[in-house]
């Protein structure tokens, strides 16, 4: 089956703009979380969506939001960016939840570069 | 929230020695602990699981953890270590409806 897919895999913004990342999870996925992760920190939960409501939220200021569709599709939204915010944003489905059931499935993340 | 800490973030090793990755974690509730790989290149996958049970888990490709609660801890072993095991690992912790992981071991296995 098709894994997690994650558009852009690339972008490059300057400080102030905002951005928009797409995660389409693994076929009959309901739950999608959102990481943050850079060098020396790992990764940062931001936020996970299950049946289109967010249900957790990590300790990010309210620039970052996300949404999540009916079909299970989820965005995820950075405004105002800072230089800071450059990191790799990944998307992560699995059944139920993270750590409910079993593992999550890690799409390949998207590289946002701000300058 | 609960919070994971990794040690010896980088590990230099040569093929055949043995690796042990430290992962200890705060939260004194029920949890259920994961260890993922990221290859060069590739995405985060799964390494292996402990939800109960035999505290002593094997995962993928000859690695192994033990969860000791006493000492909140999930360290990954493997007895001997090959050039393709080099990635960077992450332990995790699902806790209080979030799984939080720690900042990773970056391991490199000289043949």
């Known amino acids: 089956k098709a894994g997690v897919t994650q558009t852009p895999r690339y972008l490059i913004k300057t400080r102030g703009q905002q951005v928009t990342l797409s995660c389409s999870p693994i076929s009959g996925h309901r739950s999608v979380s959102w990481y943050q992760q850079t060098p020396g920190q790992g990764l940062q939960f931001l936020f996970e969506?299950?049946?289109?409501?967010?249900?957790n939220k990590g300790n990010f200021p309210g620039r970052f939001s996300g949404r999540q569709f009916s079909n299970s599709r989820s965005e995820m939204n950075v405004s105002t960016l800072e230089l800071g915010d450059s990191a790799l944003y990944l998307c992560?489905?699995?059944?139920?939840?993270?750590?409910?059931?079993?593992?999550?499935?890690f799409g390949e993340g998207s590289r946002l570069t701000v300058l | 929230a609960q919070s994971v800490s990794q040690h010896n973030h980088h590990v230099i090793l040569s093929e055949a020695a043995s690796l042990e990755l430290g992962c200890n974690y705060s939260y004194g509730g029920t949890v259920n602990l994961f260890w993922y790989v990221q290859y060069p290149g590739q995405h985060l996958q799964l390494l292996l699981k402990y939800f109960s049970g035999d505290p002593l888990v094997k995962g993928i490709k000859g690695f192994e953890a033990e969860f000791i609660k006493s000492k909140f801890s999930f360290n990954l072993r493997k007895p001997s270590v090959q050039w393709s095991d080099t990635a960077e690992y992450f332990c995790?912790?699902?806790?209080?409806?979030?799984?939080?992981f720690g900042k990773g071991n970056q391991v490199v296995v000289i043949p």
């Open positions: 995790a912790v699902y806790g209080n409806n979030r799984l939080a």
């Open positions: 969506y299950f049946s289109e409501t967010q249900r």
């Open positions: 992560a489905s699995s059944l139920d939840g993270p750590g409910i059931a079993g593992e999550l499935f």
